[in-house]
């Protein structure tokens, strides 16, 4: 058991850790204040290779997979939760291409993305079924004037990127849309600029802003026979269970970058005739949080390993899970110390903490919320998928 990193993926770390510290940082409260889409930073991930890390080198990435972006990732949200999803954005609608599309459509989608030439979205939640999967209500049915071809109709909601996006992966119901059989569910690709879409709303949000979040109408939208994903509710499933560890990454990232700051505070605030650091309380505090944020950072990057080795299927879920659910759950309590070290500081905009502490709430809700995740995890022991011995 080795558990430490390549040397390819320690200089990627590196590279990226000294991009984070000299472009990321300096704009992060800039592109939270503004909620701007940070076109300057998408840039210089262009510049710096790093929109291609989970696609394959034949498709014009760079093959890093997902213990890559996950180490990027990490260190981006450091500073800057939203430009750690924009690099999250690289492989979630990416995924189910990689996992289940024809070698025509990775030859066609693939390349933009990790080219930084395109951008693209996953379609999955709408307004009445986000963690509920089957609830969905968008609907495909034959088209009648092509081949294989289909006419989609449905509204998607909450999609981050869905504004900058050039083409969206979009599930929708193949049949009743009252039925809730995992057979019914189809993975489709439609390019933005298709007739009949729409983008008629940008949600306002409390925290990770600059990444849009958007509605999405599909309106009569006709798909041809070559845009058409194979898998179903399972490609659903598989995607998402392999983008854990990235979702987990942004928690980690999050988490040691409140600590962080936080830490360096209480050592020059005096307080009581010396440093804040200097209560024992306090540096109980920080340790506690210090020892969480080492195991999450475990448990990623197990899972990230597991993830890029194929292993994202049922059996795997646990694994894959604990680590979304831990890391967010830490993320969330790493930034709630953080502002409380820093005092009222900390709830000023003065100090980033309070921008931690806003987009931490967003980890645990997004691709499967932290109570998803426990009753993944829970049915992953009862079906001795996870056990000991």
């Not at 300096?26 to 076109?39: K, L």
């Not at 070559?226 to 990235?246: C, D, H, K, Y």
């Not at 600590?259 to 440093?275: D, P, S």
Request: glycine residues 12%.
């Amino acid at each position: 058991m080795d558990f430490n990193l390549s040397e390819e993926l320690l200089g990627l770390q590196q590279s990226v850790r000294r991009l984070a510290q000299d472009k990321i940082k300096p704009r992060a409260r800039d592109i939270d204040i503004t909620g701007t889409y940070p076109q300057d930073m998408f840039d210089e991930f262009k510049k710096a290779d790093l929109l291609g890390l989970c696609i394959p080198e034949e498709y014009g990435g760079s093959g890093a997979g997902i213990m890559g972006l996950t180490l990027t990732i990490e260190e981006v949200t450091k500073y800057s939760n939203v430009l750690g999803l924009m690099l999250l954005l690289t492989r979630l609608p990416t995924g189910p291409i990689m996992i289940a599309g024809t070698e025509e459509q990775k030859q066609r989608y693939l390349p933009g993305i990790a080219k930084g030439t395109q951008r693209a979205a996953f379609c999955l939640s709408e307004p009445g079924a986000g963690s509920d999967v089957a609830g969905m209500q968008s609907r495909v049915v034959e088209d009648p004037s092509a081949s294989g071809g289909y006419v989609l109709n449905g509204t998607k909601c909450w999609i981050s990127g869905g504004m900058q996006a050039d083409w969206f992966v979009v599930f929708a119901k193949t049949g009743d849309p009252s039925s809730r059989l995992h057979t019914d569910i189809g993975a489709f690709i439609v390019d933005a600029n298709s007739s009949g879409v729409t983008r008629p709303r940008v949600d306002r949000k409390m925290g990770v802003k600059g990444i849009d979040t958007t509605e999405i109408v599909f309106s009569d939208v006709k798909v041809a026979a070559n845009q058409v994903i194979g898998g179903g509710f399972a490609l659903i499933m598989q995607s998402l269970n392999a983008m854990r560890p990235i979702v987990a990454a942004r928690g980690l990232g999050l988490a040691e970058g409140a600590l962080m700051y936080a830490t360096e505070y209480v050592k020059n605030r005096q307080a009581f005739g010396k440093t804040i650091a200097e209560f024992q309380g306090i540096q109980w505090e920080i340790a506690k949080c210090a020892t969480e944020i080492e195991a999450a950072r475990l448990l990623t990057y197990r899972a990230a390993s597991l993830a890029d080795e194929g292993h994202f299927t049922k059996e795997y879920v646990p694994y894959l899970s604990m680590c979304k659910y831990y890391a967010s759950e830490v993320a969330v309590k790493a930034s709630g110390l953080a502002v409380q070290l820093l005092g009222a500081a900390g709830y000023m905009e003065d100090h980033p903490v309070e921008m931690y502490y806003r987009d931490a709430r967003q980890l645990t809700i997004v691709e499967g919320t932290s109570q998803v995740q426990l009753g993944l995890i829970g049915k992953g022991v009862l079906g001795h998928d996870l056990w000991w011995d």
